[in-house]
């Protein structure tokens, strides 16, 4: 047993997280920045910040994530990291020319007290910033939230820097699509093409994150979203957060500073969502929901409908990030599974008053936010009852495997399965492989362990 | 090409790069730059262990990394807390690929654990030091360590924890050898300063704490191999073949009470010089063990470093036996050489790696006829380039003396010198050498580029200038240099193959390298149209 030390019996714990679901907020602000064209994330604060977020990154995507970090030492927490992050930004143009530099700090800089928005302007006075080239930032201390807070604050950096109203409305829409995969930002951008929409999405890591092998190293890609985009975000028509952690924060900003309305959606991920993203989408930009895609959902009601025996009742423990937790156990409950077990590390009340409405008809769900809801204790509610299916990233491997029960990957980081850069799970499409995924995990098991009269041809 | 123009070539290559530097970072930069002239008197120097220049994408992390992650990380049965917002626990868990076998099911392993105090704000306001005695009371309840770590991230010196107290007055509260780390990542300039602030602390807390150990005739502790892809599996079976007992290893597939009796060995030997030497050190002050390094990567050099050991203890038996073995295994290894060779003979390598791993894995591609065009350390010191003749010279900077030396008296109860003085010098005399590492510098060629603290923009001018065949970094570099159509061997995670350590080992990687320098995928870069290549199919006209 690889984790042969977690106990049966549960003790509430004041003080200690064990295998956490989440972590911090820096990794978020810098996959957001990843996110815009051209632009450069740098962390401010010890240089193990960036060389653990770097490589946790990579090992997810199997992708170059370029960073740079302010490398304090002992003299930079006393003094202040001012010097560093001038000679940083000096560097930085010189060497790898971006249009951006995103600045998020760290608990290190944080504690300190660095007032980054006073050493920015700084840099512009000395001259540091070429013409053009820009430094955002946003502040991310480490002890507040987690990794999701972060990528919330980086995109409202993004609003903050950017987004102007000139006072003529276009008519695009803004979409947040939040933390979400690469596949995921380029199948939101093609239903919305499907439906004949002008938009702008911000961050967008596909063509960044997802890069074609060509023989060649492109510093930062050829996608992201341009600093024009980012721009005219002030006069679009309405903007689509998909996420209530990751997105909304920015898309409140945006609606304060330039008065674009804001839909609060979830993450389209399985029917329900989708559905709400679909229908709003129609509603707001004043079109008819085509047939091409009615005909989408279609295919996957009828995927459920054609298997929905193999589904019903099914126990399910999950751990992830709120935004994908909420649409993926509505969609298992619009299945006919049950989410028993969920826990995220991402505090936040909205969790709980949310999965209270989506768990309404599963009266033996236990779901938990914040410090202690992590990983040890989801495993311990396994111990005391067990379930069919767990669903989470990948340190879920090691529960799975101790207990016996099928893992599916998702969320971050998955750091030995590809596809999930590739393959969205947003979308009825998405919706369709979660459903493949789902029923190659519970009948690969009941395969493997059917007794040999009971092992079946067909399912 | 002449070796005189090598030396022009990686000169030029050296001022296009400096050049392109503002006028302030040139300057600081241009020391950690040597195009290497072994024969040289005086011989060349090199600036290492020097701060990193921010904005310049460095591959180095911090001193937590060193401490919590390389050193403390592959023990089992130590219990390590990080103090800290949650991060820095949840990347080095489980991340580093040190694998572990506890003896039985029954036995302790905590890896698979990642404890952390995860503090909050209103904890870095007020104070963290209440929040950590309540983590450990909850953790020492739920898993019943022997001992405890504890891991201070940046935050914690800055708002005064003293976790050195909290341990101290939760060690006999709770009876559990608890000990505390000051391994903030600011520390230092990477994780070098982790693993000497590690050394001291298992020194000072652990190492001569036990009173037995496994017995043998030819007792050994190995330093500083962390059981990357089972590299210490491989070592413990090799040295078993030889009759030589491995007392504890520091710290790959260890224990607690290995540690602790790790002065009970009649030698110490030294894999990875950069992030051990310390312990090697102070036990032989302390406790009268000798040390030596030694080096298992390589065939060669796993047979020299055998015949060393044996000729340590100077017993007729054990070089015999040592004797059959490298003879047995070689035999393996010329076999798989003599397919390998011819396939990557003449191919050239990079390495900007690690401490020591840039220097010991030039041994392999020696091995397979291929040729090392530039290397550097990641974190090493002088010493480690230049060999530690130097350490007398090195300057001790503001940033090195944040971290304590410990000074260190033989023990009046426990010192004992496994020879004698006669015994020393006539080993001596024959040409044994004690604490001896020559470093990297010396064994590379005339006209190689040495570089220490290399990053990203350097490393694109390198690869584009020399072409390399196969470049050697870590997770961070791999898909950056792929993307350039050549394969990155990973040095730290061995891209989840190995061993590579010890003859087996060898032979691991000779496969693997020859795999990734043939390997077909990178012939499909380009599309047929791309390369105007004609279509093989045949357009059939109508009814023809």
């Known amino acids: 047993m690889l984790l042969r030390h977690t106990p049966k019996e549960i003790k509430e714990r004041e003080a200690l997280t064990i295998n956490p679901a989440k972590t911090c907020q820096p990794i978020g602000a810098m996959y957001a920045a990843l996110g815009l064209h051209h632009c450069l994330p740098h962390s401010h604060g010890s240089q193990g910040c960036c060389a653990y977020h770097r490589s946790m990154l990579t090992r997810h995507y199997k992708e170059p994530v370029m960073a740079t970090t302010s490398s304090f030492t002992e003299g930079s927490a006393v003094f202040g990291g001012q010097a560093n992050l001038l000679s940083a930004v000096e560097n930085i143009f010189a060497l790898y020319k971006p249009d951006i530099i995103a600045v998020h700090t760290t608990c290190l800089s944080e504690t300190i007290g660095d007032d980054v928005t006073q050493i920015v302007s700084k840099a512009i006075e000395e001259g540091k910033v070429p013409a053009g080239k820009y430094i955002i930032h946003a502040n991310t201390p480490s002890y507040i939230g987690s990794h999701v807070t972060g990528f919330a604050n980086m995109v409202k950096g993004m609003v903050k820097y950017f987004s102007i109203r000139t006072g003529v409305k276009d008519n695009r829409i803004n979409i947040i699509p939040g933390w979400v995969e690469p596949s995921d930002m380029r199948e939101i951008k093609r239903l919305v093409e499907e439906m004949n929409i002008q938009s702008i999405m911000f961050p967008d890591t596909s063509e960044i994150m997802d890069r074609p092998q060509t023989g060649k190293f492109e510093m930062y890609g050829t996608g992201g979203t341009t600093i024009d985009e980012l721009r005219a975000t002030g006069d679009s028509m309405a903007t689509l957060a998909l996420g209530h952690d990751a997105s909304v924060p920015a898309g409140e900003l945006l609606d304060a500073k330039c008065k674009v309305k804001l839909y609060d959606l979830d993450v389209p991920i399985g029917l329900g969502a989708t559905d709400r993203f679909i229908q709003t989408l129609g509603e707001v930009a004043d079109v008819t929901i085509p047939d091409s895609i009615e005909r989408e959902r279609g295919r996957l009601v009828d995927i459920l409908t054609d298997n929905e025996q193999y589904f019903y009742n099914k126990r399910v423990a999950l751990f992830g990030d709120p935004d994908q937790l909420i649409p993926i156990c509505e969609f298992l409950v619009d299945i006919g599974m049950r989410p028993v077990y969920v826990v995220t590390g991402t505090p936040g009340k909205y969790f709980d008053e949310r999965m209270r409405k989506v768990l309404e008809s599963i009266p033996e769900a236990k779901f938990r936010q914040g410090a202690q809801a992590d990983m040890f204790l989801m495993h311990q509610w396994i111990k005391n009852e067990a379930v069919d299916l767990l669903i989470g990233n990948t340190w879920g491997k090691y529960i799975a495997r101790d207990e016996n029960i099928p893992l599916i990957r998702f969320g971050f980081p998955i750091m030995d399965r590809v596809g999930h850069s590739y393959f969205p799970n947003v979308g009825y499409m998405g919706a369709i492989r979660l459903v493949e995924k789902l029923m190659n995990a519970l009948l690969d098991k009941r395969d493997r362990e059917a007794p040999e009269e009971k092992f079946e041809l067909t399912f | ?544």
């Open chain 2, 1 to 544: 090409m002449s070796v005189e123009n090598k030396i022009k070539e990686a000169q030029s290559i050296k001022d296009q790069m400096l050049g392109a530097y503002p006028t302030k970072t040139a300057r600081k930069r241009q020391k950690q730059f040597v195009v290497n002239e072994p024969d040289q008197e005086p011989k060349q120097e090199i600036q290492a262990n020097m701060r990193t220049l921010p904005g310049i994408i460095t591959q180095r992390g911090c001193t937590y990394a060193g401490c919590k992650g390389v050193v403390l990380g592959p023990t089992r049965d130590i219990l390590n807390i990080t103090h800290g917002p949650i991060g820095c626990g949840y990347y080095s868990w489980l991340t580093r690929r040190n694998q572990t076998r506890p003896e039985s099911d029954k036995d302790v392993n905590f890896m698979t654990y990642c404890l952390s105090t995860d503090m909050q704000d209103e904890n870095i306001i007020f104070g963290g030091e209440k929040k950590l005695k309540k983590a450990i009371e909850e953790a020492v309840d739920i898993f019943h360590p022997k001992a405890v770590g504890v891991f201070s991230t940046c935050p914690v010196g800055l708002i005064g924890d003293d976790v050195h107290a909290v341990s101290r007055e939760m060690s006999e509260k709770t009876g559990v050898n608890v000990f505390g780390f000051s391994c903030e990542g600011y520390k230092g300039v990477s994780q070098s300063a982790g693993h000497h602030i590690a050394n001291n602390q298992l020194f000072k807390h652990v190492v001569g704490k036990g009173t037995t150990c496994a017995q043998g005739k030819f007792k050994v502790a190995m330093l500083g191999e962390y059981n990357i892809g089972g590299d210490a599996f491989a070592l413990e079976e090799l040295f078993k073949k030889c009759g030589i007992t491995v007392v504890a290893t520091f710290s790959g597939n260890s224990t607690y009470d290995q540690f602790a009796s790790a002065h009970l060995a009649d030698l110490t030997v030294v894999m990875c010089h950069r992030s051990i030497n310390y312990v090697a050190d102070m036990i032989e002050k302390k406790y009268g063990v000798p040390w030596f390094k030694v080096n298992f990567i390589g065939a060669e050099a796993s047979a020299k470093s055998l015949r060393k050991i044996a000729d340590y203890f100077e017993d007729a038996d054990l070089k015999a036996k040592v004797e059959k073995v490298i003879s047995q295994e070689m035999a393996k290894v010329k076999y798989e050489l003599a397919i390998i060779r011819p396939k990557v003979e003449g191919k050239t390598a990079m390495l900007f790696v690690g401490g020591s791993r840039a220097h010991h894995y030039q041994e392999l591609f020696r091995e397979m006829g291929m040729k090392v065009l530039a290397a550097g350390y990641e974190f090493a010191h002088r010493d480690d380039y230049e060999g530690r003749e130097v350490l007398p010279t090195i300057k001790v900077d503001a940033d090195s003396r944040n971290i304590e030396e410990l000074h260190v008296e033989p023990d009046p109860l426990e010192y004992r010198p496994r020879k004698t003085k006669e015994q020393m010098e006539k080993l001596a005399q024959r040409g044994f050498e004690f604490r001896d590492y020559k470093g990297m510098m010396p064994e590379m060629d005339k006209g190689t580029l040495v570089i220490d603290d290399i990053n990203h923009f350097e490393t694109e001018i390198i690869i584009e200038k020399y072409k390399p065949d196969i470049f050697c970094a870590g997770i961070k570099e791999k898909y950056v240099i792929q993307k350039l159509g050549m394969p990155l061997k990973q040095l730290h995670n061995y891209d989840y193959g190995g061993p590579y350590a010890s003859f087996e080992g060898a032979i691991n990687f000779y496969q693997d390298v020859e795999r990734m320098l043939n390997s077909r995928v990178w012939k499909h870069i380009k599309a047929p149209w791309q390369k105007h290549e004609p279509l093989a199919a045949v357009f059939i006209n109508g009814a023809n």
